[in-house]
C-alpha cells in the first residue's frame, strides 16, 4: 500500500518473500512478486473506479472461488483504512515513470593476480546501485569503475545533488 501511496519507491519483492516465510508462508520469490503484481492491480483498479470496500470483495469473490475468507476480510481492511490514500493512473500520469534511487553502495578494491592479465595492482572501485522501477519492483546493479571514473562520478553526483537541492 505504501508504493501505491507513493510513500515508498517500490516493493522489494525478495525481503517481503522472506518475510512471508518467516510467517509460515510457502511463497517463492517468482510467486511473491506475481502475488504483488497482482494485489497492486486490484488496487490500483478499485481506486481508478472509486470502488468501496464491499465492492472490491463482491468483485473479487465473483472472480475467483479461491479467495478464502480471511484473506478477503484482510483485504477489506486494508481498502477501508488505506484505500482513499492510493495514487491513481490519472495522478500518476503527472509523475515522472523513471527508476528511483533506493540505495547506493560502494567498495575499494585491489586485483592482485589473475591469469589472464599481466600488470595488475590497480585500485578499483565496485558500486551496487538499487533501483526502483516505475512498476515498484527494486532491482539490483552493480558495475566497476576505475578511481578516477569514481571521483569523475562523485563529482558528477555532488552537482546534480547541489543542483536538487535548490529545486
Known sequence: MLHLQCKT???NALELAERLQTAGVELDLEATK????????F??????GNMTAEDLIVKLADSSSKWSKQALQVIRHVWNEQGKLIVTPEDAKH?????QLVDLQWKLGMAVSSD????????YVTMMLKVADPSGEIISRSFEMT???????????????????MV
Open 116 to 123: 589472464s592479465c599481466r600488470s595488475l595492482n590497480h585500485p
Open 147 to 165: 578511481v578516477p571514473q569514481f571521483q569523475n562520478f562523485s563529482k558528477q553526483f555532488r552537482e546534480v545533488a547541489a543542483v536538487l537541492e
Open 34 to 41: 506475481k502475488l504483488v503484481h497482482v494485489i497492486s492491480l
Open 43 to 48: 488496487f490500483r483498479s478499485a481506486a481508478q
Open 95 to 99: 509523475m515522472l515513470t523513471v527508476g
Open 9 to 11: 519507491p517500490g516493493v
